[in-house]
């Protein structure tokens, strides 16, 4: 007896919906990323985006507050707008806002016009020459010394540097100390084995925990 095969039709099946996205690699993408829609809708929880604003605002509000409390040169509408920067610049950096602020008091105390003895300028007091060689760095066209006095050119200039140190030196205490005496200073006292001094860095830590315990109380 002839064992008959399986039945094979001749012509063409007509195109199931799989077959015609397979077809076509525009409606593939289109209905994979359909799917990925939905699984994610389905599944991941969606961030409550006004929860984080008010996070974001509280925040701002308590940098204003403590601004408010030294005597800053900054007009009132300036405030707000100084406020912004450090908490965005913070966070960009990871680092808390509020140890920002502490290292702000003890540079300047929020005095926007400030420069030291050596030359350093603004609210964190920068050097001309660190700020202009990390300019090009953060997308900044340089102009001159005078942009050190321009609140929001300084604070992100400064947090840059700052993160730069800590990243160099993977230590906070020298990284800090770094900042205040200049990071070739540091690496020739580390280079001799020489003391390297805290007591800048005790005023920072002193003056942030000063400010993160009134969260507490």
């Known amino acids: 007896m002839e064992v008959l095969g399986p039945l094979i039709r001749k012509g063409r099946l007509p195109l199931t919906v799989n ?24 599944f991941v929880h969606i961030p409550d985006f006004n929860n984080e604003n008010k996070t974001r605002n509280e ?35 990871n680092q808390d806002p509020k140890f920002i602020l502490a290292l702000i008091i003890i540079e300047s105390s929020f005095r926007n016009g400030s420069v030291s003895e050596r030359g350093a300028r603004g609210l964190m007091q920068v050097m001309p020459y660190v700020a202009q060689s990390l300019a090009r760095d953060l997308g900044i066209k340089w102009e001159g010394d005078h942009q050190l006095f321009d609140p ?22 020298i990284a800090l100390t770094a900042y205040n005496y ?7 006292l580390m280079e001799r084995r020489k003391r ?19 969260d507490d109380s």
Do not use: C, W
Not at 28 to 39: E, G, W
Not at 75 to 90: F, N, Q
């Open 19 to 42: 077959d015609k996205i397979k077809s076509y690699p525009f409606l593939n993408y289109l209905f994979k990323s359909f799917l990925f829609l939905i699984i994610l809708i389905l």
């Open 59 to 93: 925040i701002i509000h308590e940098i204003i507050e403590i601004m408010e409390k030294h005597s800053t040169d900054l007009a009132e509408g300036k405030k707000r707008e100084l406020a912004r920067v450090i908490y965005d610049e913070s966070l960009r950096y």
């Open 152 to 173: 929001s050119i300084n604070i992100r200039i400064g947090i840059h540097y700052l993160s730069q140190l800590i990243f160099d030196f993977d230590d906070l205490r």
């Open 182 to 188: 200049g990071p070739n200073y540091i690496k020739s």
């Open 196 to 214: 390297i001094p805290i007591h800048y860095y005790k005023r920072v830590i002193e003056t942030y925990h000063s400010l993160i315990s009134k």
